[in-house]
Nanobody, 113 residues
Framework: QVRLVESGGGLVQPGGSLRLSCAAT????????MAWYRQAPGKQRELVAS??????TDYADVVKGRFTISRDRKNTVYLQMNSLRPEDTAVYYC????????WGQGTQVTVSS
């Protein structure tokens, strides 16, 4: 059973930055893709950023140029979030799949003055 554990969320002012971490219980290179999703109150969960095992990345249009997904050489994926806006407020989830889907428990990001 794969576990994904997010950390790094919190309260930040508009224009600020946060870095989220997602630690997996096994090597992230055993998965074809690692991704970050988010869900704001009253909205559907949406894809924010993804990274393939080969290192290719993809971003939602609303975060391009502001967010960066990266990884270490073992079991952690990161989401660097800069120039944060109030509309980025959401619970952020780490995601992967290998026959079945695996989700983390989520970490709250609140952007407010």
């Amino acid at each position: 059973q794969v576990r994904l554990v997010e950390s790094g969320g919190g309260l930040v002012q508009p224009g600020g930055s946060l870095r989220l971490s997602c630690a997996a219980t096994e090597s992230i290179f055993s998965f074809k893709v690692m991704a970050w999703y988010r869900q704001a109150p009253g909205k559907q969960r949406e894809l924010v950023a993804s990274m393939s095992a080969g290192g290719s990345t993809d971003y939602a249009d609303v975060v391009k140029g502001r967010f960066t997904i990266s990884r270490d050489r073992k079991n952690t994926v990161y989401l660097q979030m800069n120039s944060l806006r109030p509309e980025d407020t959401a619970v952020y989830y780490c995601y992967t799949h290998r026959g079945v889907e695996y989700w983390g428990q989520g970490t709250q990001v609140t952007v407010s003055s």
